[in-house]
């Protein structure tokens, strides 16, 4: 048995939060994600305002408020996450997982099931009870093919999801109420949800803590419709600490306090206005007019002004984001078929002077293919392949390829002002004494999925959703559809697919650790950068408790029962 | 002036509208079956979105998901009973739902839309008409002193320049530098939250261009007004200038303004495209340009839609108005 606590949970305790109960093999998983959270620079006691209405943008406007349609399984789920609550949620380290909807769970010993114990005082937004039929209706509608849920596949490890989802729903639509009944969740009684799944994946528990998973009661979508119970506030039955008070599409929404949640939030209401994320200046603008509380900054090279501004300065908050960039190689394509040549331009590369002389210092350097505050993270990972222009000349001449080949080399990029390309271009050419042309093109993806490119980028690859390396190693299994190198080892596929379904979690580390130094050896890719999180909070708003896996528009909203607006 | 209408017009100009009107259902058919061979011809799908991330950056769906979503909003069809279907609803007021806002029909995202567009349009025209002919006739009654100079001379310069270039000095000025001048004590906001002092701006940017326009096209026509006889005749009579501007020069040179008005509040409503982008007004315009990034093909045909009808409808009325002004307009 295990407790893990939120680093402010003295002063949650007061307000009765049960914390997290586990056992099993969660417990050893679990108690890992005990840590301090990143606070903003806001916190501290402070009388508490009249009005507690905080006023944030948000750029990312869910295609429906539906949660089982939700695009996104973390950082864009802001705004859904704050109306409804899923079994679990992240700790404030984002290394473990916290009770939320349920109160504990146990893992059977095999990793097969997992057996949540709800909380008996879980209430919807109309008063009514949540019970673990809820859940068992909810996650079967999430991947009910009918429903085209772009989350489906996540939850795909349930037991029987994956005959599920090979259905038609126009071929197959007799086929798939039967099979919705076969799939592996259960609800002995009102207050257990018990999932099957079809493979032991220790990360199972992140899934639990996407808003996907939120209850959906079976009434409300018989009563407004499949595609339409969502589409209004007032038939927005959802049982998070808000509720969707006004939604004026494309302008902005309104939550208010769910009066029936356990634990009322310090914030009456949260106005999240809709501006499109092209227009940057706009948000800025009225961040600095007072109009909105959270910026993500100004747009440009003015963000360094921002940053030295002795009032605006002093509002900024920033943290690592899980997300990173990196140089792709087609190794399908000469040179680059040439792993020589690879590790060659993958050392060439000085990523400190591109952090301090480019990116603004929004972005750190990183080698390794895991990220800092994703487990498995080691400085030392792929320290061999960063900058050493002497062993990346030596690499090249030992490699064979002919100078002839490697004066034509073409670099892609999207971006018809990448000073990053440009930076690589330079670096390639300065330490290499090879020099690449650049093509700016506008379809990139399209030559990208199609093999038409030698090297692509730098640019950002890819975020990880929830916090575990599989996500960062999977991209590079033979099959995957997400990176277009063109790379295949078989020991590395073996590697990671053990590492995948192994319980044991120092196992499982040990196991990534080593398929990720594989492929840093191969180098199908020169990791660049791991992304950071910058914003701007005015100073009134408190309690800000930031994670890694926040909406990028709103810090601290994995904890926005914390958030209070100060006098001022 | 209706009351000299003869029976022979009234009777003409009823089956002249009929005719027009009857027209308008070609046209949204024409612009219906071009805009969508356009969308489906452009490049890429509406879920090349896909996943998005901590960043809301975008991982593609997996093939099955996008198998899923093409049936759900028939896009696996073929892409005339695609057509055949969507003009099949449309008939009967249903342009579907967004694939942007996937709960959200298109018809109730619009009827959302349209008051933001029409009242940032209906503001701009009263701007226009009162600000622009006032100016206008200012400068004509004070033909080459200083005034008529600077009204020209401002019209001029505002008319030759992009309200895209103005939005942003108004907000640079009105609402960034203002704010920090007054320590935040005054400023105008810079648009986008509501229909309320937040309009200010938006207004200013869209209504100065054509502002400009009317005030030269008021101050030619009173000017040319004040040359004519009658003009001089009411002036020997004795009667006050008061009574002439209103009366003898005003009611005269109204006429061009007034065949103008019908295309300028075209221009307003169709030409907030840019604004509404620039100050984040979800009218018409921000969600069309937004259904377009985003591929939101329903969302491009309902708004296109709307727009054709509005130019048809004002182009109608422009027509109508012609033939009640200009005796040679009238149909027979």
């Known amino acids: ?568 | 002036m209706a009351r000299t209408l003869p029976r022979t017009l009234t009777r003409g100009t009823t089956g002249y509208v009929l005719r027009r009107i009857a027209w308008l259902l070609p046209v949204l058919l024409v612009v219906i079956v071009v805009t969508f061979a356009l969308m489906h011809l452009a490049p890429g799908s509406p879920w090349d979105r896909g996943l998005q991330d901590v960043r809301q950056q975008n991982t593609p769906l997996t093939s099955t998901t996008v198998r899923n979503l093409n049936e759900k909003f028939g896009l696996d069809l073929p892409w005339w009973q695609q057509l055949l279907r969507y003009l099949g609803n449309a008939v009967r007021g249903d342009f579907g739902v967004s694939y942007r806002f996937q709960d959200q029909q298109v018809r109730d995202i619009i009827a959302e839309a349209i008051p933001q567009t029409f009242v940032i349009g209906a503001l701009a025209f009263a701007m226009v008409l009162v600000a622009g002919t006032g100016l206008g006739v200012l400068a004509a009654l004070r033909h080459n002193t200083a005034v008529d100079h600077l009204v020209t001379g401002l019209a001029t310069l505002i008319a030759s320049v992009p309200n895209f270039v103005v939005g942003i000095l108004l907000i640079v000025v009105l609402s960034v530098d203002l704010n920090r001048l007054t320590r935040g004590s005054f400023f105008l906001p810079d648009g986008g939250f509501g229909l309320d002092q937040h309009l200010v701006l938006p207004v200013l940017t869209l209504s100065l261009m054509p502002l400009a326009f009317i005030a030269r096209l008021t101050r030619g026509s009173v000017l040319e007004v004040l040359r004519q006889d009658h003009v001089r005749t009411a002036r020997a009579k004795g009667i006050t200038e008061r009574r002439v501007v209103l009366r003898h020069i005003l009611r005269n040179a109204m006429v061009p303004i007034v065949t103008f008005l019908g295309p300028l509040f075209a221009y307003l409503v169709t030409g907030a495209v840019v604004v509404e982008a620039l100050f984040q007004i979800p009218g018409l315009g921000g969600q069309f340009v937004d259904a377009v990034t985003y591929r939101d093909y329903p969302m491009i045909l309902g708004t296109t839609v709307v727009y054709a009808a509005v130019i048809s409808v004002a182009n109608l009325v422009v027509d109508l108005v012609y033939v009640v002004v200009d005796p040679r307009m009238r149909p027979g």
Not at chain 1, 92 to 116: C, H, I, M, N, P
Not at chain 1, 150 to 160: E, Y
Not at chain 1, 209 to 234: C, L, N
Not at chain 1, 345 to 372: H, K, W
């Open chain 1, 1 to 568: 048995m295990s407790t893990c606590e939120h680093p402010s949970a003295k002063g949650r305790a007061s307000r009765g939060r049960v914390p997290i109960v586990v056992t099993g093999i969660a417990v050893m998983l679990g108690a890992a994600g005990c840590g301090n959270a990143t606070s903003s620079p806001a916190t501290g006691s402070a009388r508490l305002a009249a009005e507690q209405v905080l006023h944030i943008n948000s750029f990312f406007q869910p295609p429906s408020f539906d949660p089982g349609r939700d695009p996104g399984a973390f950082g864009p789920s802001a705004l859904i996450r704050q109306y409804v609550e899923p079994l679990l949620g992240l700790t404030a380290d984002a290394k473990g997982v916290r009770g939320a909807a349920a109160q504990s769970y146990e893992v059977s010993s095999d990793g097969l099931t997992y057996t949540f114990h709800l909380r008996s005082d879980g209430r919807y937004n109309d008063g009514q009870p949540v019970k673990a039929q809820d859940f068992v209706y909810g996650w079967r509608r999430l991947l009910d093919p009918r429903l085209a849920a772009p989350l489906a596949d996540t939850f795909s490890l349930v037991r029987g999801a994956g005959e599920l989802a090979a259905l038609d729903p126009k071929a197959d639509a007799a086929k798939i109420g039967l099979q919705l009944t076969t799939l592996g969740l259960a609800a002995p009684d009102d207050l257990t949800f018990r999932v099957t799944l079809a493979y032991a994946a220790p990360y199972f528990k992140f899934i639990a803590a996407i808003p996907a998973g939120a209850p959906i009661r079976q009434d409300v979508v018989e009563k407004y419709g499949f595609d339409r119970w969502a589409s209004k506030p007032e038939t927005l039955v959802t049982n998070g600490p808000f509720r969707v008070a006004e939604r004026v599409t494309g302008q902005s929404v309104t939550l208010v306090r769910n009066p029936y949640f356990r634990q009322q939030p310090r914030l009456a209401t949260i106005v999240a206005y809709q501006l499109s994320g092209s227009n940057v200046g706009v948000a800025w603008n009225k961040y600095l007019n007072n109009e909105i509380d959270i910026s993500n900054g100004p747009p440009g090279n003015s963000v360094v002004q921002a940053l030295s501004d002795p009032v605006l300065g002093k509002q900024v908050l920033q943290y690592d984001e899980p997300s990173e960039s990196w140089l792709t190689f087609n190794t399908k394509k000469a040179p680059f078929d040439n792993p020589k040549v690879r590790l060659a331009f993958t050392e060439a590369i000085d990523r400190r002077a591109y952090v301090q002389d480019f990116s603004r210092n929004l972005v750190e350097p990183l080698s390794g293919l895991i990220p800092r505050g994703i487990p498995g993270y080691d400085r030392r990972v792929g320290t061999a392949e960063s900058f050493n222009p002497d062993r990346a000349k030596a690499l090249l001449a030992s490699s064979g390829v002919a100078p002839s080949t490697l004066a034509g080399i073409h670099i892609l990029t999207r971006n018809f002002t990448s000073k990053d390309t440009q930076f690589v271009q330079d670096q390639i050419q300065r330490n290499l004494g090879v020099t690449m042309t650049i093509d700016a093109v506008e379809d990139a993806s399209t030559q990208l999925s199609r093999g038409n490119f030698q090297v692509y980028g730098p640019d950002y690859a890819y975020g990880a959703a929830y916090p575990d390396p599989r996500l960062f190693m999977d991209q590079f299994l033979t099959g995957s559809t997400t990176t277009s190198t063109g790379w295949s080892d078989p020991g590395y596929d073996r590697l990671v697919r053990q590492a995948d379904a192994t319980t044991d979690s120092a196992r499982r580390l040990f196991l990534y650790q080593q398929a990720e130094e594989m492929l840093l050896a191969q180098a199908p890719v020169a990791v660049f950068s791991q992304t950071k999180r910058l914003f701007w909070i005015k100073p009134w708003v408190k309690g800000i408790v930031s994670s890694p896996f926040d909406d990028a528009d709103f810090p601290g909203d994995l904890f926005v029962g914390d958030i209070y607006i100060a006098q001022h």
